[in-house]
């Protein structure tokens, strides 16, 4: 690989990070207030950015941008963030 090309899959994934990030924030906000909001609007937003956020990711592995256990670790990452929010919600509820 080039320099040029190392360059492209480090800015590749430094964007990828960045639309994570950017999920995660607002997977945060409803952790510090531990709420879902009534309104499945909330719920559509985040599925809309993770179902982006996949595409992207396949986009840029089938570019040879990113390696597919990279883009995973991505995704993975937020799921987990996901869980651990519907978690404090129900043992919020549950009190």
Do not use: N, W
């Not at 950017?22 to 510090?32: E, F, G, H, N, S």
């Amino acid at each position: 690989m080039t320099d040029e090309s190392m360059s492209y899959q480090e800015k590749a994934y430094a964007l990828l990070q960045a639309d994570a990030e950017k999920i995660i924030q607002l997977i945060r906000v409803q952790m510090d207030h531990l709420t879902m909001p009534q309104c499945p609007l909330y719920e559509e937003v985040l599925d809309t950015q993770m179902f982006g956020l996949s595409r992207e990711i396949d986009f840029a592995v089938r570019l040879g941008l990113i390696e597919a256990k990279e883009g995973k670790a991505l995704l993975d990452r937020l799921e987990r963030e996901l869980s651990a929010l519907h978690e404090a919600v129900t043992k919020k509820r549950v009190r």
